[in-house]
């Protein structure tokens, strides 16, 4: 069966520091790739999706970047973090075929003081 | 984008039946309606999802309407652990998944 793993759960950086989150994906080849952020309140931005090794599309203007190293990998990253950047970080994969169901991870929650 | 509007929130008694609207009017032929429920602080969690039949299965059924211009998940009865923000997003393959700001359901006892 097909896993998703996220980490780290909790992080809290300081204005200025760089980010790192990593999401692995198991037991699937080739998937679909997502990151998405939650902010207060509701609703999902989508921050960047990959349909394979190396190919990143990029949602929304700001001072954060995606790679896909590889297959079961998918990394989001900044260099100086904002104090915007505070919020909840979601991985999630489908098969990109088919219903293309989301499985999502268990979120990242980054405090940024 | 194809696009997506549902109620900003709705409120449900425990043990009856709860039908959630969404509107999805510029739906294309290939996009697949889905549904995610949020429980606070986790990831969502997939409940359902169709293309041009009412579908069903242990969580929820959906409804889709015959010009697929709308959906409505349905709870058939509603329990306190039912309470979450219910997302309905169409799902193309094509990658870009876009969720919109989805219904919250509280569930009274």
């Known amino acids: ?113 | 984008d194809a696009k997506t509007t549902q109620p900003n929130s709705m409120e449900s008694n425990e043990e009856e039946p709860v039908h959630l609207p969404c509107n999805h009017s510029t739906i294309s032929g290939t996009d697949y309606i889905h549904w995610y429920r949020q429980l606070p602080s986790q990831g969502p969690e997939y409940v359902i999802h169709g293309l041009t039949s009412n579908v069903n299965n242990r969580m929820a059924s959906l409804a889709i309407a015959e010009d697929r211009k709308s959906s409505t998940l349905i709870l058939h009865r509603a329990t306190l652990r039912d309470a979450a923000v219910y997302y309905c997003i169409l799902n193309n393959q094509g990658g870009k998944l876009i969720f919109g700001q989805g219904t919250e359901l509280s569930v009274k006892p």
């Open chain 1, 1 to 113: 069966s097909q896993t998703i793993h996220q980490w780290p759960a909790t992080l809290v950086q300081p204005v200025g520091s760089p980010l790192s989150l990593e999401c692995t994906v198991e037991g699937t080849s080739n998937p679909n790739l997502y990151w998405y952020r939650q902010a207060a309140g509701r609703g999902l931005q989508l921050l960047f999706y990959s349909v394979g090794i190396g190919q990143i599309s990029s949602e929304v203007p700001q001072n954060l970047s995606a790679s896909r190293p590889q297959d079961w990998q998918f990394i989001l990253s900044s260099k100086k973090l904002l104090l915007s950047d505070s919020g909840f970080y979601l991985c999630a994969w489908s098969k990109g075929s088919g219903a293309n169901v989301l499985t999502f991870g268990a979120g990242s929650r980054l405090t940024v003081l």
